[in-house]
């Protein structure tokens, strides 16, 4: 499993006492989540209820509903995940429902979850993947306040026919350099998920944001 | 293997360890039946699947002699669940079963017992009467393979030779 390079102390135990139920039905769950993630990778700016596939999930505390389905779908024992902030429900249940190592290292994360967005790592803190294998860059999950009530921005690029002014709220002026000055890597570069309760937008590498 | 080494002493109630092992050793046929009656026909109480059954495959790994280097034996099919159960106040304990084979029925019924026997008010009763007569019948069936094959012992003399 190889989880010892990718944890740096003993993982503590699974209060099985506490833990979150995972999908009712794993297989397709799980094939109705991934869908509705590519949905929205492919249609960068749609917002993609997730929440609408899934009966009887449920996330306790703080975590939206969407960022614990996708870890489920997504998750297995060879994608390490990085979550932001100490949420024991959160971590407990990924790593038993997904057998996921979870790290502390952002560079080794495969999926990442960032809880507060203002105090996220630099970009350039995850894997971009290299030119020859830009698939092994780093996907992650951004929990915003909105997904509607933000500045408007407009997008462009593959899978949208025409500029869309999108209005996700709560991500810091930093976070749009960075990716802005990660666009000339390309390929490499960082997938990102914004999530508010059930529902994410979908913002891949090649989309193109303007800044002021 | 060094559980089912050990001779069960039916006058000690079982660890949880033992106890696992003799549901695991059980054909679904006589865990349902079993656990019917020693709940004097009560229905299963309600819980939540934390793991429903899946089904997967496990590598066995042996060594000759018990002492040579570790092979690979060959894989097995193992189903395994887990289930928590829903009490008034909340969550109750949680029951596990892993079992080679691939039936799901069984994995989840020996799961609920496993539950049950970690609730105070239920554990002697399921240690009486579930526990107790299953680990006794897989001890009879134990000593008939035995006896069997003790039966076909052969013993080699060596005859000392006199010069």
């Known amino acids: 499993m190889g989880t010892a390079n990718h944890s740096d102390a003993a993982p503590q135990r699974i209060d099985l006492s506490t833990l ?23 249609r960068p700016g749609t917002i993609v209820s997730i929440d609408a596939v899934l009966r009887d999930l449920r996330t306790q505390g703080t975590v939206p509903l969407a960022v614990f389905a996708s870890l489920l779908a997504l998750a297995d024992y060879s994608t390490p995940v990085f979550l932001q902030h100490d949420e024991h429900s959160l971590s407990d249940a ?6 996921a190592p979870l790290t502390t290292d952002s560079k080794q994360a495969v999926f990442a979850y960032l809880h507060d967005a203002a105090s996220m790592p630099s970009l350039d803190a995850f894997s971009l993947g290299d030119a020859e294998t830009p698939e092994n860059a ?15 921005m407009l997008w462009s690029g593959p899978g949208m026919p025409c500029p869309r002014a999108v209005c996700v709220a709560g991500l810091p002026d930093a976070f749009w350099r960075e990716r802005a000055g990660l666009a000339s ?14 529902a994410l937008i979908g913002m891949p590498r090649t989309t193109q944001v303007e800044v002021d | 293997m060094s559980i089912s080494a050990q001779a069960l002493d039916p006058a000690r109630p079982l660890s949880r360890q033992e106890w696992m092992g003799v549901l695991a050793r059980t054909s679904r046929e006589q865990l349902e039946a079993s656990l019917t009656d020693a709940l004097d026909g009560k229905a299963l109480p309600a819980f939540d699947w934390l793991r429903a059954p899946d089904i997967g495959l496990a590598m066995v790994r042996g060594r000759i002699g018990g002492t040579g280097d570790a092979f ?15 009490l008034q106040d909340g969550n109750g304990p949680v029951g596990m079963a892993v079992h080679r084979g691939r039936d799901k029925e069984r994995a989840r019924l020996a799961a609920l017992a496993d ?32 006896a069997q094959a003790a039966r076909t012992k052969v013993e080699f003399f060596t005859m000392v030779r006199g010069d």
């Open chain 1, 185 to 198: 890597k390309f390929p490499c570069g960082i997938d990102c998920y914004f999530v508010a309760g059930g």
């Open chain 1, 94 to 99: 990924v790593r038993f429902h997904t057998g």
């Open chain 1, 138 to 152: 780093a996907t992650l999950f951004i929990r915003v306040e909105s997904l509607e009530n933000g500045p408007p």
């Open chain 2, 115 to 146: 539950a049950l026997l970690q609730t105070p008010s239920l554990e002697m009763q399921l240690q009486e009467r579930l526990i107790a007569p299953l680990a006794a019948a897989i001890a009879a069936r134990r000593a008939i393979k035995e």
């Open chain 1, 20 to 42: 979150t139920p995972g999908f009712s039905d794993g297989v397709h769950d799980s094939q109705g989540v991934f869908r509705a993630l590519l949905e929205a990778l492919s």
């Open chain 2, 72 to 86: 690979n034996l060959g894989e097995v099919t193992v189903t395994r669940a887990t289930l928590r159960l829903r």
